[in-house]
């Protein structure tokens, strides 16, 4: 069994442990994950809490090896020897355990609770009389989808750059600024 399992287990904390191994000169690797033999885990046990040896032992040797469901006993004789009195009784209240099941509930299926009436089928219209139409007969019918549609034709300009078109407006702007300039000049020289 780990350390910090049987820390768990017990509900004190892995130094408590390691603290009461090392009083006995036992002293085990660095972190909860160390693994602890069967003497020490009886040691230990005995220590914190007398009361839990046996379930915790069993828990431990189902772990270990859940096929041998006699090795617990041999614990247990191991222990008795060394404390007689607590190992009675262990066994004493371990007799009267009982298995309490649970009855089983059948649940039942699905419950109608009621209809739902869902409108029959429509019925076609029938025409009104021979000059109206109906609203089928005035929309034109669809043209098949394999038909290929006519390509649109564009009449954009071709794309140019924006830097381009600026630097062409501002050639335009001062043409312009020019022939206005050159008008006025010749107002004044005629009169």
């Known amino acids: ?12 904390r892995p130094s ?9 000169q036992q002293f085990l690797e660095d972190g909860s994950n160390a693994k602890l033999s069967d003497d020490l885990v009886i ?23 859940p096929e041998l469901p006699q090795q617990p006993e041999t614990v247990i004789n191991e222990v008795e020897e060394q404390q007689p009195e607590i190992v009675s009784e262990i066994k004493s209240e371990g007799e009267e355990t009982e298995t309490i099941r649970a009855p089983k509930v059948e649940l039942a299926g699905l419950k109608v609770l009621g209809k739902i009436e869902l409108p029959g089928p429509r019925k076609k219209e029938e025409p009104k009389g021979e000059g109206e139409t109906t609203e089928a007969e005035q929309k ?7 038909k290929r549609r006519k390509p649109i034709e564009r009449t954009e300009k071709p794309w140019r750059n924006p830097i381009a078109l600026q630097r062409e407006k501002e050639r335009t702007r001062k043409r312009r600024a020019k022939k206005t300039i050159a008008r006025r000049a010749e107002g004044t020289q005629a009169t």
């Open 1 to 12: 069994m780990r350390l910090g399992q049987l820390a768990r287990k017990l509900s004190v």
């Open 16 to 24: 408590q442990i390691v603290d009461l191994l090392a009083k006995d």
């Open 43 to 65: 040691q230990i046990v005995l220590h914190f809490a007398p009361d839990r040896l046996t379930e915790i032992m069993l828990v431990q040797t189902q772990e270990a090896e």
């Open 140 to 146: 034109p019918k669809r043209e098949h989808k394999n």
